[in-house]
């Protein structure tokens, strides 16, 4: 069921529509929703649009390749899975599920710190996994929470800076979406009207492995994904600051990056700290309404820093936005919600297909582009439509 289910999505689009029926309304309200008037969430998509390809025909592309080489590692394609928090929530067992499909197509997977799987178990099913963390509030816990992602086995430490206070979402509390979940007569009718999710998602998850707490947001457990008077620790994060990157610095010896850069100052900040590159993201639109879109900054973002590796996120939704990521400055990109939603619409096979489709259009986007590789691409095959 899960085979004909996914393959019956042509696009990652397709993946999210299956979704909003599949998911009970909190749930996928907050996987696809962002904050406010959801302006940079909209935004990181509209960029894309804004620019056009200049395709050169009679060009032999038979030995066209999309794969792409970061950080020393060749890898299948230039994407990888982003970190979601609570994928486990929106399908059964769902970091494994994700570090296991990217792990047979040879992407990039990288584990939320917000995610409801023990790391250990995440790591055990995909050695290569990333972890990506939020930084608590002292340094103490900064500490120990990083002994910990070491102890696990990750080699890839992505610290997440762009959170220093929780976000406006409208949405969530319109949809009566809080973490924890707060049992209510509206989220039993929410699950009541969702059986499958209800059945095979949130009580097959309870029935095995007992109720999700969040596991990897520090050193210790945190608060279960279901109570009526538990509260989960956020921890103050806005007096956080260079000095704390810093200090993980000395105390992290595997590679390290930052998530949620989006000012060139702060990219070469990062690199003059030691980090081995950076995520230029706005959180998919999900932190500070109105902040611009990744894209539109990564020419500023790659004259700023030179060589330095830049991998970004945010919108991209086809090949084609792929190919005008790494066009304009990035060595990577990152596929977060899709991948999400066809996890729980469909399971590994949602996400095999989904992986399996990005790829298929790469493949044929640079046949219809004219370049063997990705090195060939460059701003002069774009032409900026809009302003």
């Known amino acids: 069921m899960s085979e004909r289910r996914a393959q019956r999505a042509l696009c990652l689009d397709d993946f999210e529509v299956m979704s909003r029926r599949h998911l009970p309304r909190p749930i996928f309200g907050y996987v696809a929703g962002a904050t ?9 998509a509209r960029a894309y649009s804004e620019w056009g390809f200049q395709p050169r025909v009679l060009v032999d592309v038979s030995k066209r390749s999309p794969k792409a080489t970061l950080f020393g590692r060749e890898w299948a394609a230039p994407f990888g899975l982003a970190p979601m928090g609570m994928s486990a929530l929106a399908a059964y067992r769902g970091d494994i599920v994700l570090t296991e499909a990217a792990r047979a197509a040879n992407v990039p997977a990288i584990l939320s710190g917000s995610s409801l799987i023990r790391m250990e178990e995440v790591i055990a099913a995909n050695p290569d996994a990333w972890f990506q963390a939020y930084l608590p509030g002292d340094s103490r816990r900064v500490e120990a929470l990083v002994d910990r992602v070491a102890r696990a086995g990750f080699g890839t430490l992505m610290l997440t800076v762009d959170t220093a206070v929780l976000p406006n979402r409208e949405n969530n509390v319109r949809n009566g979406f809080s973490t924890p979940l707060k049992p209510s007569l509206r989220l039993l ?56 990157l810093a200090l993980i610095r000395r105390r992290w010896t595997g590679r390290l990056m930052i998530k949620g850069v989006i000012h060139p100052d702060d990219a070469v ?39 330095f590796p830049l991998i970004v996120d945010g919108g991209i939704r086809r090949g084609t936005d792929i190919l005008k990521a790494l066009a304009l400055g990035a060595d990577f990109v990152l596929i977060g919600r899709p991948m999400l939603h066809a996890a729980a619409v469909a399971g590994r096979a949602g996400v095999d297909r989904a992986i399996s489709l ?30």
């Open 358 to 387: 990005v790829k298929g259009e790469l493949d044929r986007n640079m046949a219809l582009l004219g370049v063997n590789s990705l090195a060939e691409l460059g701003p002069h095959c774009l032409v900026r439509l809009a302003d």
């Open 269 to 307: 900040r990062a690199r003059e700290e030691g980090c081995d590159g950076v995520i230029v993201s706005n959180h998919g639109g999900r932190q500070l309404d109105g902040t611009t879109s990744p894209l539109r900054l990564l020419p500023a973002m790659r004259a700023a820093v030179g060589d």
């Open 189 to 244: 009718w929410d699950g009541m009207t969702h059986p499958e999710w209800s059945f095979m998602t949130f009580l097959r998850t309870w029935a095995k492995f007992g109720m999700p707490h969040f596991e990897n947001s520090f050193a210790e457990r945190g608060a279960p994904i279901l109570a009526r008077n538990v509260e989960r620790d956020f921890t103050a994060r806005d007096h956080l600051n260079w000095e704390h």
């Open 36 to 44: 406010e008037r959801n302006a940079a969430l909209d935004d990181n």
